[in-house]
């Protein structure tokens, strides 16, 4: 198998919320609900899609990965703009927080955002004084960046990776310096780094979203841009009281099962982007859902067995086809599901003509085949 090298999580770095605010703020304040059961689909309908206005304090909201509590799904966002300067003078934050207790609350605008004792949006993975003196006397318009790539929760607390970016001079300038963990106690709290990056230099990056399964172990999947057009997905595993440790990663080969070298894991499946990794009890099956560019599209593969062998992908959804470079997100929050898991929750973000662009949060209810 090959060693491929990590791309930062979330793949593409889009423009900063700043610089699209004029495409958004015809939405700020109020939400924009699109006609329901408008998806066909053999796996399902569309049953809602709303446009999730911005909260006060922020400029624009752009695609999150999230932590599922039991109070709701925390929505963790990369770098975000202010709409005042915070303590520190800056107009920016390395990223955000809010927890949506339900997909009727967000659709109404009700985002508890995590602020800081002055009442601004705060950082939810913050620089180190060291970082934000080094990007303070940086001369060459560039910048650390924290950009969350998604996580899970465990006996109540979340547990999140996040890429460490040098960011600039331009818009999608972007350096990947690695990858780490944050903790946070509860749903409402800021994150604790921990100690060390997990994965850097040559390394490749194994931070997402992920699950605990019944047999106790975390799973995760990630992609890797491999070639032109090639993204090639694999999934590891770890105790949950070992996913600060980078040598008790173990990947799934389709031979030999689990083993210690990552460059030797089996291809899941080929497709771009972030993917949401979970069990849905209402299929009785495991999902992978994530959003195919290529289409503008949001895809949902299923197993029987976080390890495999996937089903091709098949689709859930149509999105609303951005003017220009692709959508972002297409993560499933299931936090936000049905009691049954039949109902399910995904955002995407999108800048559009065609359609209402911002960030939107569509429910699918599913069928069995």
Same mark, same amino acid.
């Given at each position: 198998?090959?060693?491929?090298?990590?791309?930062?999580?979330?793949?593409?770095?889009?423009?900063?919320?700043?610089?699209?605010?004029?495409?958004?703020?015809?939405?700020?304040?109020?939400?924009?609900?699109?006609?329901?059961?408008?998806?066909?689909?053999?796996?399902?309908?569309?049953? %809602?899609?709303? +446009?999730?206005?911005?909260?006060?304090?922020?400029?624009?909201? %752009?695609?999150?990965? #999230?932590?599922?509590?039991?109070?709701?799904?925390?929505?963790?966002?990369?770098?975000?703009?202010?709409?005042?300067?915070?303590?520190?003078?800056?107009?920016?934050?390395?990223?955000?927080?809010?927890?949506?207790? #339900?997909?009727?609350?967000?659709?109404?605008?009700?985002?508890?955002?995590?602020?800081?004792?002055?009442?601004?949006?705060?950082?939810?993975?913050?620089?180190?004084?060291?970082? &934000?003196?080094?990007?303070?006397?940086?001369?060459?318009?560039?910048?650390?960046?924290?950009?969350?790539?998604?996580? !899970?929760?465990?006996?109540?607390?979340?547990?999140?990776?996040?890429?460490?970016?040098? !960011?600039?001079?331009?818009?999608?300038?972007?350096?990947?310096?690695?990858?780490?963990?944050?903790?946070?106690?509860?749903?409402?709290?800021?994150?604790?780094?921990?100690?060390?990056?997990?994965?850097?230099?040559?390394?490749?990056?194994?931070?997402?979203?992920?699950?605990?399964?019944?047999?106790?172990?975390?799973?995760?999947?990630?992609?890797?841009?491999?070639?032109?057009?090639?993204?090639?997905?694999?999934?590891?595993?770890?105790?949950? &009281?070992?996913?600060?440790?980078?040598?008790?990663?173990?990947?799934?080969?389709?031979?030999?099962?689990?083993? &210690?070298?990552?460059?030797?894991?089996?291809?899941?499946?080929?497709?771009? %982007?972030?993917?949401?990794?979970?069990?849905?009890?209402?299929?009785?099956?495991?999902?992978?859902?994530?959003?195919?560019?290529?289409?503008? #599209?949001? &895809?949902?593969?299923?197993?029987?067995?976080?390890?495999?062998?996937?089903?091709?992908?098949?689709?859930?959804?149509?999105?609303?086809?951005?003017?220009?470079?692709?959508?972002?997100?297409?993560?499933?929050?299931?936090?936000?599901?049905?009691?049954?898991?039949?109902?399910?929750?995904?955002?995407?973000?999108?800048?559009?003509?065609?359609?209402?662009?911002?960030?939107?949060? +569509?429910?699918?209810?599913?069928?069995?085949?």
């Amino acid at each position: 198998m090959m060693d491929i090298n990590c791309k930062p999580c979330g793949g593409r770095i889009l423009p900063r919320p700043a610089a699209i605010m004029l495409a958004l703020c015809f939405c700020a304040g109020c939400g924009v609900v699109m006609d329901t059961e408008t998806s066909v689909s053999r796996l399902g309908a569309v049953t %809602g899609d709303c +446009v999730v206005p911005v909260p006060a304090g922020l400029e624009a909201l %752009g695609a999150p990965v #999230s932590l599922e509590f039991a109070e709701g799904s925390l929505w963790v966002f990369g770098e975000t703009s202010l709409t005042q300067p915070s303590a520190t003078g800056s107009d920016t934050i390395p990223n955000s927080a809010a927890l949506v207790r #339900s997909v009727d609350d967000a659709c109404a605008g009700h985002l508890e955002v995590l602020h800081d004792d002055n009442g601004t949006p705060a950082p939810f993975i913050a620089l180190t004084p060291d970082e &934000e003196a080094e990007n303070a006397a940086r001369t060459d318009s560039k910048r650390i960046s924290l950009t969350p790539c998604g996580g !899970l929760v465990w006996q109540g607390k979340g547990y999140i990776y996040y890429d460490v970016l040098l !960011l600039g001079p331009g818009v999608f300038d972007s350096e990947w310096l690695g990858t780490g963990l944050c903790v946070t106690p509860g749903a409402g709290s800021a994150c604790v780094r921990q100690g060390a990056l997990l994965w850097s230099g040559a390394q490749s990056s194994w931070g997402s979203s992920g699950f605990i399964d019944n047999d106790g172990y975390v799973y995760l999947i990630k992609c890797f841009h491999a070639a032109a057009f090639e993204d090639l997905c694999g999934v590891t595993r770890v105790m949950p &009281e070992d996913m600060a440790d980078p040598g008790a990663y173990r990947y799934y080969n389709g031979f030999s099962g689990w083993v &210690e070298d990552p460059g030797s894991f089996t291809v899941a499946f080929r497709g771009p %982007g972030a993917v949401t990794l979970g069990y849905n009890a209402f299929l009785g099956q495991y999902t992978a859902i994530s959003a195919n560019i290529w289409d503008s #599209s949001i &895809e949902m593969r299923a197993a029987s067995s976080p390890s495999g062998p996937w089903a091709n992908p098949h689709r859930l959804f149509y999105v609303v086809k951005p003017d220009s470079w692709f959508i972002s997100g297409g993560m499933e929050h299931p936090a936000l599901r049905s009691a049954d898991a039949r109902t399910i929750a995904i955002t995407y973000y999108t800048i559009s003509t065609k359609g209402p662009s911002g960030l939107h949060l +569509v429910s699918f209810r599913l069928r069995k085949n």
